[in-house]
């Protein structure tokens, strides 16, 4: 094709030349963005759309089986086609079949365009994650996700290698994304044949300093492991490290946990910044504070600016999050018809026995292995597992294929994506303006 694209600077839209096989007659697709282009139309995205459009999988998961990539990720991709009127999906139950409409594109604009798109691509920073769970804090990095009808763009982290321990969270990952997860436990001395990264992330062990928790800081084995992050930083010397943990970790012995923690990051030849994120003023549904350990190899000019509130004074509220999913009682939304049946406790202070408030964000989603999930705010019952996955902000295309008790467990240690994304979008700023 020999057909123009345009770039109009004003109004921020970028017209593209599409055209399904040989077809004579090709229409515009209108972008929003020359992010959005260089994201939605990579060469691998292409060769997706050529993919099906020469072999006409029938399904998502026959698509699965051709490709080697993971259904929800797939999934993901093809609402990301269907946005920008690449595909269409014809349902058949609970099979969705994609049907290509363009797979033939032409890009052909001014220099200044194709400068622009150029560095786009050029600008990926590789990744290895730790301690990584279910993927919570690794979705943020990676983006390419959809919750509650709003898309997160594919954010430029390539993820060289994960490493979990818990064999029910590898396969959790294994069936929901396409990241190489290991399962091994992690030690200091294993981080010498480790990957060299830019950056490296990791949520390292929480429950030696919750508050909810046994509360031994650093004398216990595992309140010891965030030394697995220490030991990378100084063999491989990652731009930037982004290391999570639960807010209590800063009132431990009077601040002198947390002042241990960042010198031991500072030794290894970096600066260290605390971002205390509330996750309500960052669209999460959620009455959730993390911490984040952001840090800078020393030799680099400058650190990351901390992510502005998005949301102050106008927080999401449990029913905005969950209030489609009340008539549901089957899993025709996956882990609805999962929730626990136990009633309130008759002793002790009534913690998990609260109802949630409608229109305030949810109280937070805890690592339960009790039951002690919240009420609905208008139901009598406990949250389902899936309403707790809404408000750690999963997609619905998240699937937790465990029982209640390790599904919850899993879902109240993770970092709610959407939260991850907005620390990520700040180091991605902060690393394209090196």
Partial sequence: MTSIGSY??????????????????????????????????????RKLLKLISSESPKSITELSNLTGRAVSNLSRTMKTFEK??????????KTITPIVKYDSFHIS???????ELSELNLKQYSLVSMFTGVGGLDMGFEGDFSYKDHYFEKQP???LAAYEKDAKCVETIKKNLDIPIHHIELAEDLVESFPSA????????????????PKRGLSSERGQLY????????????????????????????????????????????KVQI??????????????????????????????????????????????AIEDLEEITDESVPNQSQYFKASKAKKGNGQGDEHCKANE???????NAKSRVQFHYKLERRLTIRECARLQTFPDSFIFPHSATSNIMQIGNAVPPVLSYAVASKIKEFLNNL
């Fill in 198 to 213: 830019d950056i490296l992330i990791g949520g390292f062990p929480c429950q030696d300093f919750s508050s909810c928790g």
């Fill in 84 to 93: 920008y009127g690449l595909v269409s999906t014809k349902v058949n139950g």
């Fill in 157 to 159: 982290f390539i993820n």
């Fill in 361 to 367: 964000p949810s109280y937070t989603i805890r690592a």
């Fill in 109 to 115: 604009c001014g220099l200044e365009f194709s400068k």
């Fill in 8 to 45: 109009d600077s004003k109004r921020c839209s970028i017209g593209i030349k599409g055209q399904l096989g040989n077809a004579n007659d090709p229409i515009d697709i209108w972008f929003d963005s020359i992010k959005s282009v260089a994201s939605v139309l990579s060469e691998e995205n």
């Fill in 227 to 270: 030394k697995v992050l220490v030991r990378y930083m100084e063999k491989h010397q990652p731009k930037i490290v982004c290391a999570e943990n639960v807010p209590n970790i800063a009132r431990m012995q009077n601040g002198e946990v947390i002042e241990t923690i960042i010198k031991d990051f500072e030794k290894a030849g970096y």
């Fill in 275 to 320: 971002w205390d994120l509330y996750a309500p003023d960052y669209g999460v549904p959620q009455s959730r504070r993390r911490i984040f350990f952001v840090c800078t190899r020393k030799d680099l000019v400058g650190e990351p600016k901390k992510p502005l509130p998005s949301f102050l004074n106008s927080y999401r509220g449990t029913k905005w």
